[in-house]
């Protein structure tokens, strides 16, 4: 790091990508100009790589070298930094390696070059003796990162799970509250700025299957690319789904969770019933939340907005300062766990409670239960509605093998006066301990085993 005076650090930084999140980390490098200087050093932006150097951005750039170049800045002398916030697999990949091989730390909010090709940071990372920093790519403002790197280094969790996706929670929470469908609640969305102009890869999973690679990998040491985690989107949660998940008292939410268990490492990101009693079904809007569970501390929940510019900037200022302060201690590889790499559990064979919503007709309901019941599904509970003239039956159903489940489903649409059978899993596999408590508290006895 240079050193112009003799008390004070002058940390040049290069920046690539001058969009919403980069317009804040310039606005809040101009804010807190005073505190970096109380604590013994100072923050200057030198060089910044965008696609339009001619284009009004808003903030101060006076003294700033603009280039179109993100290699060019990645390999330049004078910087001591390296920030990367212009997304993006290829390019954006290249520089941040490049600058770690050679030794300058990398502060990223590029959550699909980190969670797709982690083991290239990783390599970068050894070889040039370099801190990482990448708060910013799983969580936003939320600090899962540092938690888990640091705080929690030493835990045996078994579980990470949250709603990790701010634009998908902001479109089921409007369908709950407008009471419309899927495609009017991502045009308000739209609307409002909490999508991109293609939100593929919001509303089909993958933005919340990237972050949950990086998570696990912070959480169990495992590196699961995003390819290999079971992903389903919100597409197909119909204005029927929310009204029946809040008359068997749950809300939908999208539902990123990694959990170890006996069988190895299950990594999901799909839509899921929550139970109102439960944290996560009070998270709204662009609002996201983190849920750890271990045997040394039970369970902790971080809870904070998931997108935006501020509270994304102000993640990857902070990891600056902590990389400024702490040069050689990133997050990647992290603190290492010894023993045998854990294995992806195969899907078939996990145990979830789920909820199956479909077309019956009002006399055949109790039919369709019996026939439900037949098929070695034992339903908990349910309940009905008519919409647009068509009645539509919702159950839960007790724990039982996700193949099972799957080899019903066909059989379950083959019923008379039944078709249209959706399926939404839950977001906890002991439904059955919800429904006795309550039964407890109203008429004093459980149901039966």
Known sequence: ???PTENLRTINLGMLGCGVVGGGVVK???KHHADFRANGFDLRL????????GKPRGVNLAGVTLTTDPMAVANDPGIDLLVEVMGGNTTAVEAGCAALARGVPLVSANKSGLARSMGRYVEAAAQGGAGIGFEAAAAAHIPIIEVLDRSLACEELSLVKGVINGSTNYILTFMERAGCEYADALKDAAAKGFTEADPTLD?????AAEKLTLLAYKAF???VPPEKVHTEGITRVSQVDIRLALELDHRIKLVAAARRGDEGLSLRVHPALVHRGELLADVDSEFNAIILEGPGFK???FLGKGAGELPTASAVLNDIVKLVQRPQVGTLPGFKRAGAELSLADTANLRLCYFLRMRVDAPQVNDTLSALEAQGLVVLSHAQLEHEGVNFLGV?????EESRMMAALPKIGRQDG????????LDKDNYRDIVEREQSTYFGSSIER
């Open 1 to 3: 790091m240079s050193r």
């Open 28 to 30: 809040l490098l101009d």
């Open 46 to 53: 030198t060089h910044l790589a965008v696609r339009d150097p």
């Open 203 to 207: 509303v089909e999973g993958i933005d």
């Open 221 to 223: 040491g495992a590196y």
């Open 299 to 301: 369970e902790l929940t």
């Open 396 to 400: 839960i159903t007790d724990v039982i």
């Open 418 to 425: 039944t078709g249209g059978v959706q399926l939404i899993r």
